[in-house]
């Protein structure tokens, strides 16, 4: 699957791996994060080359996803927005980490090529509570001395649905403006004071990319196939850095996943000099006790295949892999944890 067709996915479902598929892989669903999709994508086609087994995924937001997933109606979710441990004992469920990666400010504006322009944390928070209106506003300014700034009016994007990419990006603006905080705080779907809603990272793409004046937030996998300008951001340290492997991997690199109850961790405003400051990670979420062994057992199988053989399509993608010691604690914890019959329903090891 080319990066193209990734660019122009449909909104709602989508289907990974498409074509003749075996009765079996066509029981193999899942559904939620756009976030994660491009990688996915990637790591479906080629594992349905690989396999004959192809995943049905629908690209419907984080959201989305945990509600099909606690429903049953799917065999998988993906989230960017961690469940908490007693949501998960009270569901049924498990989680794990399946890749990380950043959530870029972008921008469009005449003249501005990404890597331009930078913003802090506080001056983002602004933008998106409607309180910068134009583009030449002095805390701007104050940012990119000597950058001729043009007068064109803000139009902010955000995300209409239920997102974990909402949820971070919102996370860091609790964390760096008290304002926003005590305003709007985070979830995976918020009051947003202004601005024009879209589904999805495909949806804010779309938006920003042809709306003079626009300012989103998205995957940066999505920023780059669509050619979208981000900014730079100041980050925890106070240093301004752009997105980029090396400083989405120096945010991630804080994870302490051993110590994480449900494997619940938040990477937004880490520390570093290299740091990115909008980090996060895509989870998978299943049933401990699923319906449909099978279908689990040949979803495991794929998530297996993907730490094992996905690590250089995700870094082509400019995504973090999972670093081999913690996808070793999550064969420890997810084998035994996703059961039938007494036993576990496979062994990802």
Same mark, same amino acid.
């Given at each position: 699957?080319?990066?193209?067709?990734?660019?122009?996915?449909?909104?709602?479902?989508?289907?990974? +791996?498409? +074509?003749?598929?075996?009765?079996?892989?066509?029981?193999?669903?899942?559904?939620?994060?756009? =976030?994660?999709?491009?990688?996915?994508?990637?790591?479906?086609?080629?594992?349905?080359?690989?396999?004959?087994?192809?995943?049905?995924?629908?690209?419907?937001?984080?959201?989305? +996803?945990?509600?099909?997933?606690?429903?049953?109606?799917?065999?998988?979710?993906?989230?960017?927005?961690?469940?908490?441990?007693?949501?998960?004992? @009270?569901?049924?469920?498990?989680?794990?980490?399946?890749?990380?990666?950043?959530?870029?400010?972008?921008?469009?504006?005449?003249?501005?090529?990404?890597?331009?322009?930078?913003?802090?944390? *506080?001056?983002?928070?602004?933008?998106?509570?409607?309180?910068?209106?134009?583009?030449?506003?002095?805390?701007?300014?104050?940012?990119?001395?000597?950058?001729?700034?043009?007068?064109?009016?803000?139009?902010?994007?955000?995300?209409?649905?239920?997102?974990?990419?909402? =949820?971070?990006?919102?996370?860091?603006?609790?964390?760096?403006?008290? @304002?926003?905080?005590?305003?709007?705080?985070?979830?995976?779907?918020?009051?947003?004071?202004?601005?024009?809603?879209?589904?999805?990272?495909?949806?804010?793409?779309?938006?920003?990319?042809?709306?003079?004046?626009?300012?989103?937030?998205?995957?940066?996998?999505?920023?780059?196939?669509?050619?979208?300008?981000?900014?730079?951001?100041?980050?925890? @340290?106070?240093?301004?850095?752009?997105?980029?492997?090396?400083?989405?991997?120096?945010?991630?690199?804080?994870?302490?996943?051993?110590?994480?109850?449900? =494997?619940?961790?938040?990477?937004?405003?880490? *520390?570093?000099?290299?740091?990115? *400051?909008?980090?996060?990670?895509? =989870?998978?979420?299943?049933?401990?006790?699923?319906?449909?062994?099978?279908?689990?057992?040949?979803?495991?199988?794929?998530?297996?295949?993907?730490?094992?053989?996905?690590?250089?399509?995700?870094?082509?993608?400019?995504?973090?892999?999972?670093?081999?010691?913690?996808?070793?604690?999550?064969?420890?914890?997810?084998?035994?944890?996703?059961?039938? +019959?007494?036993?576990?329903?496979?062994?990802?090891?």
């Amino acid at each position: 699957m080319t990066m193209k067709l990734i660019a122009r996915a449909a909104l709602a479902a989508t289907v990974l +791996g498409a +074509g003749a598929a075996s009765a079996r892989a066509a029981d193999i669903s899942g559904a939620g994060s756009t =976030f994660i999709y491009p990688v996915f994508a990637k790591w479906a086609d080629t594992y349905k080359k690989d396999t004959g087994t192809g995943i049905n995924y629908q690209s419907i937001g984080s959201g989305g +996803g945990i509600k099909q997933i606690k429903a049953n109606t799917v065999t998988f979710g993906a989230t960017d927005a961690p469940l908490a441990e007693k949501d998960l004992n @009270d569901a049924g469920l498990v989680q794990w980490p399946m890749i990380m990666g950043g959530i870029v400010p972008v921008v469009n504006l005449d003249g501005v090529k990404a890597g331009d322009i930078t913003l802090d944390g *506080p001056t983002l928070a602004k933008l998106f509570m409607g309180e910068i209106n134009t583009w030449n506003d002095p805390a701007i300014a104050k940012l990119n001395p000597g950058m001729k700034l043009p007068e064109t009016a803000v139009v902010v994007v955000h995300r209409s649905d239920g997102s974990g990419t909402t =949820f971070n990006f919102t996370d860091y603006l609790s964390k760096v403006s008290a @304002d926003w905080k005590g305003k709007v705080g985070e979830n995976t779907a918020v009051e947003w004071p202004v601005g024009l809603g879209a589904k999805g990272n495909e949806g804010v793409a779309q938006n920003v990319g042809n709306t003079k004046g626009a300012v989103g937030y998205v995957e940066y996998a999505y920023a780059k196939q669509n050619n979208l300008v981000s900014t730079k951001m100041v980050n925890h @340290d106070g240093k301004a850095v752009a997105p980029a492997m090396d400083t989405f991997s120096s945010a991630a690199a804080n994870a302490d996943w051993e110590h994480a109850p449900g =494997f619940y961790q938040i990477l937004t405003d880490q *520390p570093g000099a290299q740091s990115w *400051p909008i980090t996060a990670s895509t =989870f998978v979420v299943m049933h401990k006790e699923p319906k449909d062994a099978a279908a689990s057992a040949e979803a495991l199988k794929f998530f297996s295949w993907a730490f094992k053989n996905g690590t250089k399509e995700a870094e082509a993608l400019d995504y973090i892999p999972i670093p081999p010691k913690v996808v070793t604690l999550i064969d420890a914890k997810v084998n035994g944890s996703i059961m039938a +019959g007494g036993k576990p329903v496979y062994d990802m090891k």
